[in-house]
């Protein structure tokens, strides 16, 4: 244990940090961190158990900083703790790597991009998780200021954690009354918050904190607890500096210089004591079972959902890789993830009707190894757009299944529909996007996914279609499909997913006329290939028809118009342009434009015109 006074002495030096770190910047927020040093002398230098020359050490203590904009005092206390070898004074530079909110691209003990309020405690619960799941001791701790307990995932990452029993977690929250613009909706009111963190089955300790003593019996305590704790600190925004101690129209702003030289005549100036940072235990990275996969595969001609196919090989992946874990919204049965349940179940975790969480959650699970396949209805994947932006900025490994997606999904109407899926993943930087039309291709789309270091998504359908590859057929990522490829065709026609099937009947439907078409599946929408497209299909017409079950923004087609306007060649693209109506399956596609009748009428039109 550190002496008390040490700790004191580091708050000090920790203060007078943030403070000359954002007056050099010019920007930064040095109150919301000024009112934490208490907290962040105690965690750092007494409570956690971390190696400050290994940030990969696998016995080390986790930390999360939910409130992102206090970065300054966590780059502090590294470099205190002779963690990092910054010069903290670069904060905020193009070339420094302290960025103004942590980034894991930049700092090797930051594991997750955070600064976009309410989802460090979801990522904190995945990482606790994971941890009850590998029977490992290390703790995870983070920090959340009190604003962001307004954020509506903080309640789902409570209810969950305490339906996990997760108390090897412990968060802080920085209640230091002042937000951004004025008071927070709970101000000081301490009891309110205990009623509410309490309600949801945690542990509670309300403590003074700016009380060293305090702070450390509230870890304490958080240790003797058979559920996860929060610590809710009293403390005062400013802390330590009159000029800006409680006052409002200070988040953000950071002192001018000589503001910065009356703070350091009231702020102590101790030496740096030295401190004995507690280390962690010696552990090994976790280890997973490796046996040869073995996925079942399909005939043509049979007849399946490409749900149903992702959950098979999703099961088969799970039988022979341990570190596979599927997350679910508590709607497993329709996504199909819950196959892996049947011979696999500690490899299934359910999240509930909380997608938000979902989502971090699972890039908490990644972050300690596993290898997440996260599902969910496709039009509710973007219920949790932010959270996908953030895991991008973190360069997560996880892969999103979207099911039910487009107006084939039928009766249950335009609120289960996702049309807009493919733009909210086209739009990430670094993601893929794949859209398997059959069997065999969602197989390999799983294949495609395992292990391969990126964002995916995979998009599947409810209705069933016909398997129209063989079992050895191979997807490259970034490629597409010639399905039909006759010679000197009139017309080129292309299709994802759903409409690659009505481009086929469409196809049919042509040659009745003396039309001959080329059908291509456009199996990977990002990354796309779209040199040897283009050149595919200026030697067969030049002519280009394009259907999708999503809206018109950000979906295939104009994808493909963006990458082909330098071309001669002509393209009509249909897509659903209307909000889609309750109705069968062949109804809305028909209904919506984009059906093997409306493929034909656009292809007969192209070749007419010429």
């Known amino acids: 244990m550190t002496d008390n006074s ?63 904009h206090s970065a300054p005092i966590w780059y502090a206390s590294l470099d205190r703790a002779g963690a990092i070898d910054e010069d903290i004074d670069s904060l905020r530079k193009l070339d420094s790597h302290l960025q103004g909110h942590p980034m894991p691209i930049s700092l090797e003990w930051v594991e997750e991009a955070t600064g976009s309020l309410g989802q460090g405690l979801s990522i904190a619960t995945g990482k606790a998780l994971a941890a009850k799941k590998q029977d490992r001791d290390y703790h995870t701790y983070t920090v959340l200021g009190d604003s962001e307990v307004s954020e509506g995932q903080v309640y789902e990452a409570l209810e969950l954690a305490s339906y996990y ?141 490409t749900r149903d196919a992702y959950g098979n090989a999703l099961a088969d992946l799970a039988e022979a890789r341990s570190e596979v874990l599927a997350v679910d919204g508590e709607v497993s049965n329709s996504t199909r993830s819950g196959y892996i349940k049947e011979d696999n179940p500690d490899q299934f975790v359910e999240s509930f009707i909380a997608e938000q969480n979902m ?23 973007s219920r949790a757009h932010d959270q996908i932006r953030m895991a991008a900025l973190s360069e997560a490994e996880i ?30 930087r670094e993601s893929r996007v794949m859209y398997p039309c059959d069997g065999n291709s969602a197989r390999k789309m799983v294949e495609n996914a395992h292990r391969s270091g990126n964002l995916d998504y995979i998009r599947t359908t409810r209705p069933e279609t016909e398997v129209i590859y063989g079992p050895e057929e191979e997807f490259p ?45 456009i199996y990977c929408v990002k990354p796309f290939n779209s040199y040897n497209f283009r050149r595919f299909v200026e030697s067969n017409s030049g002519k280009l028809v394009v259907s999708e079950d999503h809206y018109p923004e950000g979906g295939i087609g104009e994808m493909l118009g963006k990458e082909l306007e330098e071309s001669n060649i002509g393209m009509r693209t249909l897509a659903v342009d209307k909000i889609p109506h309750s109705g069968g399956k062949q109804e809305l596609l028909e209904n919506c434009g984009i059906d093997r009748k409306a493929i034909k009428k656009q292809a007969l039109n192209l070749v007419e015109d010429n």
């Not at 002398?41 to 992102?68: I, Q, T």
């Not at 009159?242 to 000589?258: I, K, N």
């Not at 597409?480 to 009139?490: A, G, L, T």
Request: aromatic share 6%; hydrophobic share 35%.
């Open 399 to 428: 892969t999103v299944v979207g099911s039910h997606a487009g107006v084939s999904i039928g009766q249950d109407g335009a609120s289960q529909m996702g049309l807009s899926d493919i733009a909210l993943f086209r739009a990430l």
């Open 359 to 381: 989502i971090s959650m699972a890039q908490g699970l990644s972050i300690k190894g596993y290898e997440v396949f996260t599902s969910t209805f496709s039009a509710f994947i």
């Open 477 to 521: 990522i970034g490629e597409f499909k010639k399905v039909e490829e006759p010679e000197d065709p009139d017309v080129v026609l292309a299709g994802a997913g759903i409409t690659v099937h009505e481009a086929l009947e469409a196809r049919e439907m042509l040659e009745q006329e003396g039309i001959k078409a080329a059908v291509v599946d």
């Open 165 to 305: 029993d997760l108390d090897n977690l412990t968060a802080v929250v920085d209640v230091n009354r002042l937000g951004q613009r004025g008071e927070t909706i709970v101000g000081h009111h301490m009891n309110w918050y205990r009623d509410r963190f309490s309600s949801f089955g945690w542990n509670v300790e309300v403590i003074d904190g700016h009380s060293v003593q305090e702070i450390k019996n509230a870890f304490e305590n958080s240790h003797a607890s058979d559920r996860p704790t929060v610590i809710l600190a009293e403390t005062v925004k400013g802390k330590g500096v009159s000029l800006t101690e409680g006052e409002q129209g200070w988040h953000g702003v950071p002192l001018d210089e000589e503001e910065m030289q009356d703070a350091f005549e009231e702020l102590p100036d101790p030496e740096m004591p030295e401190v004995k940072i507690p280390q962690p235990e010696e552990q090994e990275k976790p280890s997973f079972q490796e046996k040869k996969v073995d996925m079942r595969t399909y005939e043509q001609g049979e007849v399946l959902a």
């Open 6 to 68: 040490k700790l004191e002495s580091i708050s000090d030096l920790l203060r007078r940090d943030v403070i000359e770190m954002t007056t050099e910047a010019g920007s930064g927020h040095p109150t919301s961190c000024m009112s934490c040093a208490e907290v962040f002398s105690v965690l750092f230098f007494d409570e956690m158990n971390y190696d400050p020359g290994d940030a990969s050490n696998p016995g080390n203590d986790e930390f999360v900083l939910s409130k992102g």
